[in-house]
């Protein structure tokens, strides 16, 4: 069985930080990469940070310097440490995770509002 638990999402106010995690199960093969994604009220759903299982990782220019995307690969997690939020990070973040046969699985998503 195949399963994205996502936690972590919730309220924040402007300035305030929030940590997302999401826990992968049931995929086979291994892990190869694991991002989160965000879809905010009448936008395209957009990349916001990924990582490799080698530790490689990008970000959308809207959150560098604030978002830090970490993995831990024994127990197939990854975390998303959100700092500085602004009222453009509302939005429902999901968690994705990419097999080394290239297969995508998704998360159920996660509210996140950030309030001044």
């Known amino acids: 069985q195949v399963q994205l638990v996502e936690s972590g999402g919730g309220l924040a106010q402007v300035g305030g930080s929030l940590k997302l995690s999401c826990a992968a199960s049931?995929?086979?093969?291994?892990?190869?990469?694991l991002g989160w994604h965000r879809q905010a009220p009448g936008k395209q759903r957009e990349l916001v940070a990924s990582?490799?299982?080698?530790?490689?990782?990008i970000y959308a220019d809207s959150v560098k310097g604030r978002f830090t995307i970490s993995r831990d690969n024994a127990k197939d997690t990854v975390y998303l440490q959100m700092t500085n939020l602004n009222l453009e990070d509302t939005a429902v973040y999901y968690c994705?995770?990419?097999?080394?046969?290239?297969?995508?699985?998704w998360g159920q998503g996660t509210q996140v509002t950030v309030s001044s």
């Open positions: 994705k995770a990419t097999t080394g046969t290239m297969r995508d699985y």
């Open positions: 049931g995929i086979i093969p291994g892990i190869y990469n």
């Open positions: 990582i490799t299982l080698g530790g490689v990782t």
